[in-house]
């Protein structure tokens, strides 16, 4: 058997740039011919050359031969990593039978400028034009020469707003960078390597800023939350051939001036005059004679930090499905999908005629544009033609949510290709897949990532159409898992948790939203209270439940290092502000847009609490701290046994008798296993008494299915997924949806529209239930006690009328596949993959459980815990490919 090393990562990244962690983790993976691959010791070469990993010695760091089976997340542990600074590094391991793996091919990373004192760039901004609202977009340059070979060149380069880097005429780097942070706190600082891009002689760098997050209108909160105007902050080091250095910075021999950005605006569209384009002037040698010297910023105290977070991109574009001329002469185009980012326009014309595009997620019944629900956002591009054959136009800082355009003011006659959708989000790589016998559940499947594509962006928005867009903590928390399995959002929630942590409230209260963005002053304003109690159950638990997400889904033990203090002050904070154990809930979202249920506030915040000291009891276990695990254990159970005392009768019943009460009793172990019985029986009850019909809102939601699977009500769970009347997944996809919708009536056959001030068509919180898809109807599972998948669980349970379900997960060490079929006649078939240098326990429901021939010496039957799952087989696998067969009895 062969085995080899593949895919070498250094902190989830493929040859990252730019790094400040001084201790970065490895990873790689391990492919092999044969099955049951295993590592047991690798060997890690790090150099400060390429040149010297080439003679298999490491003058960084040489881990010698280190027996282990881990390949990720391995901590760097060499010499003292220097600033601006390029590494090299290479793996080998051995396998099972001690044999001994060839060095994978070579990877490396960089580290960014470690300490203030290696900045030497000012802050350079455009002052701003009197008696325009709406500022124009400041374009920036500087010619410079370089005097020889260059060797290497690298830019560093962040903003106080967005910038848009140019050099020597083509564009560098991604959309809407540094991205969205608490820039009194910090801001990111992205790296590139522009040695190509750069020549001996003249050459000249160019910058648009837009005002984005930092300057722009932020939610319904109001503009400038953290400042008035943009400023540009780079630093460019180039290395010459000959081992001289040079820096080029910002300061005030860069030029500045207004473009042909009227304003640009999250939230309030663009406006784009191309008569005011500047031809050249991104290019050496351009006349910028007639430009103002910058205006220079003091200074910055918040932190500059390396970029953590996946780069916003254009993933897809999409041509409409049709597009249909109004009685008012405008042209309304259908992409076809409920999309996020905007559309480009092709166009000839006359000089000065004036184009709008205008975006909106639904139609009104008359076939106009339904933009009620955008409150206050205008999604809105005008375009002022410059008369030079055919033009392209798409905005720069900004972007909408929409299925449909609306064409307004084209010169001639528009067809199909006119339109291009863009769809942008931050690039979280595609990591599951997931398709069943049931179309509608494909779709609803579809429209969970979408919903996730529209709305991971820097943060995981709310929405991405209305005035808001806001980092909402509790939607983020319940979706995290579903999320997890979607795409590789590793890095994109390491980020988002730094965001919460900028927003801690000094009392340990996590903000309902993060970035805060002004959000804790306007909730103090807008409630007028004399006290002020800033958190909000379902909403702050987020702080601990998606790190431990991250942990059970990368095996990321660094994040829950990192903030495990923050999550101690969260949880001290809960106890101190509850009453023997038992809290009431301050902000009163409760379970929020629930249809037909109120569950009361105290239980569900009582029931949080809990939640949270129960994962901090995990969590401290974990990391090696026995006296904190006692601790939280205790008080979980004095938690548990306070919310019984409070809020559980007799017969099981709990206050409020929603569903949401039930299951977040049951998901969070609150109950006896008597009181588990009878409530499972009212669960069901309130179900069956609602028309097999779900009532659960955002928190809820997530652990209905569980809950119901994991209590025997399998057949229940199925019948939620597939009820197509209102309200349930599938009423939305029956009347169109292309993603999930904000409320489960956000649009109804009998009432219309949902009241306009809060009804988006693109939110991904109902969305939930992915993770039940992939966790019990796939049956992909990690083990908490070896996460990230190093063992997995898999478990499929079939049921309702679903005959075959397909599913893929891209974990780090590799590809997971779970395929499944249930015959008429009750044969089940099962195949799996299980990746390089992991194991697997694969359960089979049913009975007359085999293995087939050619894998049954490898596949290891074990006792299966009856009651995790009834009449089930076990057998533990190494990797590779297995097949399996048993039978189920037809209901």
């Not at 005011?276 to 910028?288: F, H, S, V």
């Not at 994109?492 to 409230?505: H, L, P, S, V, Y």
């Not at 301050?586 to 129960?614: C, E, H, M, Q, R």
Request: aromatic letters at 12%; glycine letters at 10%.
């Amino acid at each position: 058997m062969t085995i080899s090393v593949t895919g070498c990562r250094t902190e989830y990244l493929d040859n990252p740039l730019g790094l400040d962690e001084l201790h970065p983790r490895l990873f790689w993976r391990l492919e092999s011919e044969g099955a049951a691959a295993a590592q047991t010791a690798y060997q890690i070469l790090v150099t400060a050359t390429r040149e010297g990993l080439d003679q298999d010695e490491g003058d960084m760091w040489d881990s010698g031969k280190t027996d282990s089976s881990e390949s990720t997340h391995i901590s760097y542990e060499g010499k003292a990593l220097q600033a601006e600074s390029t590494y090299y590094w290479k793996v080998r391991v051995w396998d099972e039978q001690h044999k001994i793996s060839a060095w994978s091919e070579p990877a490396l990373w960089s580290m960014g400028i470690l300490a203030r004192t290696g900045w030497k760039a000012k802050w350079i901004g455009r002052k701003a034009e009197a008696d325009l609202n709406r500022q124009p977009a400041p374009f920036f340059r500087k010619d410079f020469i370089l005097r020889s070979e260059v060797k290497r060149a690298v830019v560093y380069a962040t903003a106080l707003g967005l910038y848009n880097l140019r050099m020597n005429g083509q564009k560098v780097g991604d959309l809407f960078t540094p991205g969205w942070t608490d820039y009194d706190k910090r801001v990111q600082v992205q790296t590139y390597d522009v040695t190509d891009r750069v020549t001996q002689g003249d050459n000249a760098l160019g910058v648009i800023l837009g005002d984005g997050w930092y300057a722009g209108t932020v939610g319904f909160i109001s503009d400038k939350i953290y400042g008035e105007r943009p400023f540009l902050f780079l630093q460019m080091s180039v290395e010459y051939k000959d081992g001289t250095k040079e820096r080029i910075i910002t300061d005030d021999s860069w030029k500045t001036t207004r473009g042909p950005i009227e304003y640009s605006d999250m939230i309030l569209g663009e406006s784009y005059d191309a008569t005011r384009e500047l031809p050249g002037w991104d290019r050496a040698g351009y006349d910028d004679s007639g430009w103002e010297l910058p205006d220079i910023r003091p200074g910055y105290n918040g932190l500059l930090v390396a970029s953590m977070e996946p780069p916003i991109r254009i993933t897809k574009t999409i041509q409409p499905l049709s597009v249909r001329k109004t009685e008012s002469g405008t042209y309304i185009y259908d992409m076809g999908q409920n999309m996020v980012g905007w559309s480009e326009v092709k166009v000839k014309g006359e000089r000065g005629t004036r184009i709008t595009l205008s975006h909106a997620e639904m139609l009104n019944s008359d076939g106009s544009m339904y933009l009620d629900n955008l409150r206050v956002a205008v999604q809105q591009e005008h375009y002022i033609l410059k008369g030079a054959g055919e033009e392209r136009y798409e905005p720069h800082f900004t972007f909408h949510g929409f299925r449909y355009v609306e064409l307004a003011g084209y010169p001639g006659e528009p067809d199909l290709d006119t339109i291009t959708g863009k769809v942008i989000h931050s690039d979280t790589p595609v990591s599951g897949s997931l398709e069943t016998s049931d179309p509608m559940v494909n779709q609803l499947y579809s429209n969970i990532t979408w919903g996730q594509r529209g709305n991971f962006l820097s943060v995981p928005t709310d929405c991405p159409q209305r005035d808001e867009r806001l980092g909402w903590t509790g939607d983020a928390q319940i979706f995290a898992r579903t999320a997890s399995y979607n795409m590789d959002v590793s890095r994109f929630f390491n980020k988002f948790m730094w965001d919460m942590i900028d927003a801690q409230q000094p009392s340990g209260a996590f903000t309902d939203v993060a970035p805060d963005a002004g959000w804790m002053r306007y909730k103090m304003w807008s409630t007028r209270l004399d006290w002020f109690a800033p958190d909000n159950a379902g909403w702050g638990d987020a702080g601990v439940v998606i790190p431990w997400t991250l942990y059970l889904m990368y095996g990321d033990v660094r994040v829950l290092e990192t903030h495990y203090d923050a999550m101690v002050r969260w949880v001290e904070y809960l106890e101190s502000m509850s009453d023997d154990w038992v809290r009431p809930d301050y902000a009163n979202y409760g379970d929020w847009l629930s249809i037909g249920a109120d569950t009361p506030n105290d239980v569900l915040a009582t029931a949080y609490f809990a939640y949270s000291t129960k994962l901090l009891s995990f969590i401290s276990k974990v990391l090696g701290k026995p006296e904190d695990q006692e601790r939280f254990e205790t008080l979980f159970a004095g938690i548990a046994g306070a919310f019984r005392d409070a809020f559980v009768a007799a017969d099981g019943r709990i206050q409020g008798n929603t569903q949401t009460v039930y299951v977040l009793a049951l998901q969070f172990g609150l109950l006896t296993p008597d009181q588990q019985t009878m409530a499972a029986r009212h669960l069901v009850q309130d179900i069956e008494g609602r028309g097999n019909r779900l009532s659960t809102g955002f928190l809820g939601v997530g652990y209905l299915l569980p809950a119901l699977t994991d209590h025997g009500q399998l057949d229940v769970a199925y019948s939620l997924l597939t009820q197509e009347e209102f309200p349930s997944w599938m009423y939305s996809i029956k009347h169109g949806a292309t993603t999930i919708w904000e409320r489960w009536d956000g649009w109804t056959e009998e009432n219309g529209f949902q009241t306009p001030d809060m009804n988006s068509f693109n939110h991904y919180s109902l969305g939930s239930v992915g993770e039940w898809m992939f966790r019990y109807m796939a049956g992909l599972e990690t083990d908490p006690q070896q996460p990230g998948f190093k063992h997995s669980i898999i478990r499929p349970q079939p049921g309702g009328k679903i005959t075959s379900v397909k599913a893929g997960y891209e974990s780090l060490y590799g590809s997971l596949k779970v395929e499944w079929q249930l015959a008429e006649d009750g044969e089940f078939r099962l195949t799996v993959h299980i990746p390089g240098n992991t194991t697997a326990t694969v359960y089979l429901p049913g009975s007359e459980a085999k293995v087939e021939t050619d894998a049954h010496a490898l596949a290891q039957s074990i006792p299966a815990p009856e009651a995790e799952l009834h009449e089930a087989a076990a057998f533990r696998v190494g990797s590779g490919t297995y097949s399996f067969t048993s039978r189920i009895k037809k209901s």
